[in-house]
């Protein structure tokens, strides 16, 4: 999803600086709950070392509520980590930016991080959408907690992702994680261009979802809060724009779909994802 957020023919903020962080195992074995919690400390150790006055926090897994649990005996629901390392984030200055899940039987609350969500929270949860803006069918939306965990929608059906063959293919995902790792992206815009800051970019992003799209969204169905249904992510920027005297960009090659997981994850992150030039001038200008 990294491609996503920052690069150079997918992203949606094309000067962002990645600190990728790979928790997820050889072969098809499902990364564990201490995998995501050392993946997060290790992203709040980076941030510490960086000196960095803000970050981003792009999170697009879940781990289901009733399995975290010390001990056998404890009862469900009474163990969740996220809860205080989202406080971390806080403090940290990073926002954390989580999937909503793709299964649209499910509540929101089923699984960790994104329960933590809430409109008192400054964690954003996106959803997936569809090329009418709609909710993509399998998105989760279901919230029996009453504090509107879902924060926002994206484009989640056959988005642009960088493949894995080749630095320069790419392939099409859908679901919450192509539509998480944009919101992202936008998010990080907005900090770099100092349009908000990590306590209200929350605020910000909703704010300016709603000035460019509009709130009158129709509500997701049985099971979601009542009232309108979350803002659609906008941004107000032509993105991207061609370098001076550069040739034309032009359309990486497709990477037809082989399988939804990986299956050999060693090295993903020791080769470039895209062809971005990281001294690239930054280019996005306001639409008039």
């Known amino acids: 999803m990294t491609s996503c957020v920052g690069g150079a023919f997918a992203g949606t903020f094309k000067q962002a600086s990645i600190v990728p962080i790979k928790f997820m195992t050889t072969g098809l074995i499902a990364p564990t709950l201490a995998d995501a919690v ?38 469900e629901n009474t163990v969740d980590p996220f809860a ?40 954003i949860v996106v959803g ?13 939306f279901k919230d029996p907690s009453g504090q509107n965990i879902l924060s926002i929608y994206a484009m989640g059906r056959r988005v642009v992702c ?69 803002p659609r992510a906008a941004v107000g920027w032509q993105i991207p724009c061609q370098k001076a005297n550069a040739p034309l960009a032009t359309q990486p090659p497709y990477e037809p779909p082989i399988d939804r997981y990986y299956t050999d994850t060693s090295g993903a992150y020791s080769k470039p994802i895209t062809n971005w030039d990281a001294n690239e001038p930054d280019c996005v200008r306001p639409i008039p």
């Open 38 to 75: 050392n993946a997060i400390a290790v992203a709040l150790n980076d941030k510490a070392q960086s000196g960095v006055p803000a970050g981003v926090l792009s999170m697009s897994f879940g781990f289901k509520v009733e399995n975290l649990r010390v001990t056998a005996e404890q009862p």
């Open 84 to 123: 205080d390392l989202l406080q971390r984030t806080e403090q940290a200055n990073i926002i954390p930016v989580a999937s909503s899940g793709n299964y649209e039987n499910q509540d929101l609350t089923d699984n960790t991080p994104r329960r933590n969500g809430g409109a008192n929270t400054n964690m």
């Open 128 to 140: 997936a959408a569809d090329e009418t803006s709609s909710r993509y069918s399998t998105s989760t």
């Open 162 to 230: 960088a493949g894995q063959d080749s630095p320069n293919s790419y392939k099409r995902n859908t679901g919450s994680s192509p539509a998480t790792a944009q919101v992202a992206g936008i998010v990080a815009m907005y900090l770099a261009k100092g349009l908000t800051t990590v306590p209200n970019a929350k605020q910000y992003l909703l704010q300016e979802a709603l000035r460019l799209k509009g709130g009158n969204w129709p509500n997701d169905g049985m099971g979601a809060p009542p009232g309108a249904g979350p």
